[in-house]
């Protein structure tokens, strides 16, 4: 089994950040399924246990993004990670290609419609940081689908600039007002992603998972490692930072994952709310009156 430190995998902005040499495997922090499962179902108390406190709290709001190229595993990650988590507090949501409606908006309306409530986490499965990566990669989509006027579009780095510091504006302004945001790459090797394809075209089962648009996408693969080192390089800030975390065993990456967010959690000062003496008598009261309607 090997130990880790959350700073062995934290983009912040102190370095500059080289994908070349982040890692995409990392040796083993369990030593069975046995032992990987018992680890999961405690990180998943944990959070339960700290998610409840800040839905009592009522003053922080957590953003979780996971950001990856497909088949790296966010799915599979945030069903492991949050499956005994509260649900009251705690709300998912998938951004898939941009509906008509949302292209006609500005590139970060759909994402500022559902950002977190105090008291409870919420999780992007892919984000805002896509209008940095796929756009980035084809900034045709910028004329073609957003629309964009020209006079924007003329010089394209620049543009892409301007979002990278809306976007840091953003996770600066959510922290001012209580809202924390974790950032999540799960890097996957090439090799690892081509198993994982080729997995669901020949399972039946995962039939529905494959799309040509995956294998498209490998053809720039390149072009994609550059524009997330970018936008990592962008946007880490001490407050609002990236994890790159190895995606190649899906087991180490939700024990990664999880144990990032408890971290994180803790992190926050938060409090059950304190009862007064004079509301702590009160209730004495009401559990003599419900033993008394019980009686009755």
């Known amino acids: 089994m090997s130990q880790f430190k959350s700073s062995e995998f934290r983009v912040d902005g102190t370095e500059k950040f080289d994908i070349s040499k982040a890692k995409t495997s990392f040796k083993d922090i369990y030593d069975d399924k046995e032992e990987y499962a018992s680890m999961l179902a405690d990180f998943v108390q944990e959070m339960d246990e700290l998610q409840s406190k800040m839905y009592a709290h009522n003053r922080y709001g957590l953003l979780i993004i996971f950001q990856a190229m497909d088949a790296a595993g966010k799915d599979g990650t945030i069903k492991h990670v949050m499956s005994g988590v509260n649900p009251v507090g705690v709300q998912i949501h998938s951004f898939k290609r941009p509906s008509d409606t949302e292209l006609g908006h500005d590139f970060l309306w759909r994402t500022n419609n559902v950002l977190p409530n105090r008291g409870t986490i919420t999780i992007f499965n892919r984000s ?13 989509i910028l004329t073609s689908s957003q629309r964009l006027p020209t006079e924007l579009t ?141 009686e009755a």
């Open 128 to 140: 805002y940081y896509e209008e940095v990566l796929v756009v980035k990669v084809d900034p045709s």
């Open 154 to 294: 003329e010089d394209v780095d620049k543009l892409f600039d301007q979002r990278y510091s809306d976007i840091k504006n953003l996770e600066k302004y959510l922290y001012r007002n209580g809202i924390r945001v974790i950032k999540f790459f799960l890097n996957v090797s090439k090799k690892e992603q081509a198993d994982r394809l080729i997995e669901r075209i020949e399972d039946p089962n995962k039939n529905w998972k494959f799309e040509e648009q995956d294998v498209k996408v490998r053809d720039s693969w390149d072009e994609y490692m550059n524009a997330y080192q970018d936008a990592i390089n962008e946007t880490a800030t001490k407050k609002s930072p990236w994890f790159v975390v190895p995606a190649d065993d899906k087991k180490n990456t939700r024990l990664i994952v999880g144990s990032i967010i408890i971290e994180e959690l803790k992190k926050m000062d938060m409090n059950y709310p304190e009862v007064s003496p004079e509301r702590a008598e009160e209730l004495q009261r009401f559990i003599q009156i419900i033993r008394n309607q019980t």
